[in-house]
């Protein structure tokens, strides 16, 4: 007998709910099932998959892939490790800050990143997935250990003051050099230093051992080689799985608290040294300058007294030149008023001989009656008396001849031409007896 859904309306709203489950579950097992046969794979990642009967495979290309109710595991290419200990950082693998400890046993905190590549070849990513199952497994037990051993490796070699003071660079060197090729066997080898007397008054038995009074130990950190100069490392585990290395660094090393209260000691001391160095160049410029002030003094003084001397000798030379010359014109005078003297004595002498001559010639002259001056004075006394004689002769003749010798024109006194012709012979006769009296005076004189 068929119900009447009239008579109960709430049976057709269960019927129709229940078929809309059923459809929703035969959606939700049509997809699971589609998700349990297809899925994808990123660009970024590889893909192990493990088949419901235990077979491997691996996928490497983006995009999907027919799973087949398999079991993926998902590895990244790169895998990053970051040890910054910085929160809301996006890597495969993040840690804390790595410690280590320096060659001198302080602690350090480092600070940095590592990236790895993963191999793509099948083999390679089976043995990765056989021992280690899965990406995180492969992280922590394999590639943070690795991290952290190359860390630690590289702070060994160096002491605190070291890094600071330069090593940094180094250490994230070595670091990423041990992570790729695997961590350097090490000796510590320790050298002896002698110690200063100072430093040596300086040093307490009690604290820094007797036996070390003389001299001062430091560690150092050599690395072994072999008979060909190559360094020996440890067996390096990334190469067992075909794993590189892309980049390795460490960024910072925080140090613990003690070593950054002795380092700001130290750099304190190194300023302060580097102040006190300063003044000390300071103080010897200033005494290099006030030595060259007083040398520049002394030389300009010096100088001065030099000059002076000069110019001292100079007018003592030019005095000096002056008096000779002085006296040379002095000598030069008396000798030229000696000369005169003795010309005028020599001329005096020869005047006094020629009058003596004269004299001489004088007195002989008259011893022989030839003195020239006894003759002129007798024909001058002649030369008178005929003078005297004419004109008396002319004051006694008539002013008018009686008798003319001669023609003329009337113009002409024939008297007067007779006297001027008895004057004319008369002078003739006195010159021409002048004339004998100056030869005649001449050769007395000779």
């Given at each position: ?15 129709f ?17 589609l ?43 790169v895998?990053?490790?970051n ?18 400890r ?10 940095g990143?590592a ?5 793509t070849?099948?083999q ?52 990423d050099?041990?992570l ?11 050298e ?5 007397p ?49 980049s ?12 950054d ?6 750099k ?33 003084a ?26 040379r ?12 003297q003795?010309?005028?004595l020599?001329?005096?002498?020869k ?20 003195d020239?001056?006894?003759?002129f ?14 004109y ?46 100056g ?8």
């Amino acid at each position: 007998m068929v119900e009447n859904p009239l008579k109960n309306p709430g049976s057709g709203v269960r019927k129709f709910i229940s078929k809309i489950i059923i459809f929703g579950i035969g959606c939700l097992a049509v997809i699971f099932l589609l998700f349990q046969v297809v899925d994808s794979n990123d660009a970024d990642s590889t893909i192990v998959l493990q088949s419901a009967t235990g077979n491997l495979s691996v996928i490497t290309e983006p995009g999907p892939y027919l799973r087949f109710f398999g079991k993926p595991y998902v590895y990244k290419k790169v895998i990053a490790v970051n040890f910054t200990g910085e929160s809301g950082v996006t890597a495969a693998s993040v840690l804390d800050k790595i410690k280590v400890r320096f060659l001198d046993t302080s602690i350090g905190e480092a600070k940095g990143v590592a990236r790895f590549r993963l191999p793509t070849g099948e083999q390679d990513m089976f043995k990765i997935h056989r021992e280690f199952g899965s990406q995180g497994s492969l992280a922590s037990n394999l590639l943070e250990r690795m991290v952290k051993e190359s860390a630690k490796a590289s702070a060994r070699t160096m002491s605190v003051e070291e890094h600071y003071s330069g090593g940094a660079g180094q250490m994230s060197l070595d670091f990423d050099d041990q992570l790729r090729s695997g961590i350097f066997v090490v000796d510590q080898v320790t050298e002896y230093l002698p110690v200063s007397p100072g430093e040596k008054q300086d040093r307490d038995p009690d604290i820094h051992g007797r036996e070390t009074l003389d001299r001062r130990q430091r560690v150092l950190v050599v690395k072994r080689k072999d008979n060909k100069g190559i360094y020996i490392r440890t067996k390096n585990s990334l190469a067992d799985y075909n794993i590189s290395v892309i980049s390795a660094s460490i960024e910072e090393v925080d140090y613990e608290q003690r070593v950054d209260a002795r380092l700001a000691a130290q750099k304190q001391a190194a300023a302060d040294e580097a102040l006190a160095r300063q003044n000390l160049k300071k103080a010897q410029q200033e005494a290099k300058t006030a030595k060259a002030l007083g040398e520049k003094a002394i030389a300009e003084a010096r100088a001065a007294s030099e000059r002076e001397k000069l110019q001292a000798e100079i007018q003592a030379e030019k005095e000096k030149a002056v008096a000779e010359i002085n006296a040379r014109r002095e000598v030069e005078v008396a000798r030229q008023k000696n000369l005169k003297q003795e010309q005028t004595l020599e001329l005096q002498k020869k005047e006094a001989d020629g009058l003596m001559v004269m004299a001489q010639a004088r007195a002989k002259a008259a011893e022989n009656a030839l003195d020239p001056q006894i003759v002129f004075e007798k024909k001058l006394q002649a030369w008178k008396e005929v003078e005297i004689a004419k004109y008396q002769y002319m004051s006694r003749a008539r002013l008018v001849p009686t008798v003319q010798m001669g023609q003329g024109n009337g113009q002409q006194n024939n008297a007067m031409t007779m006297l001027e012709l008895l004057g004319a012979k008369a002078a003739m006769d006195l010159g021409m007896e002048f004339q004998d009296i100056g030869s005649g005076k001449k050769a007395g004189q000779q």
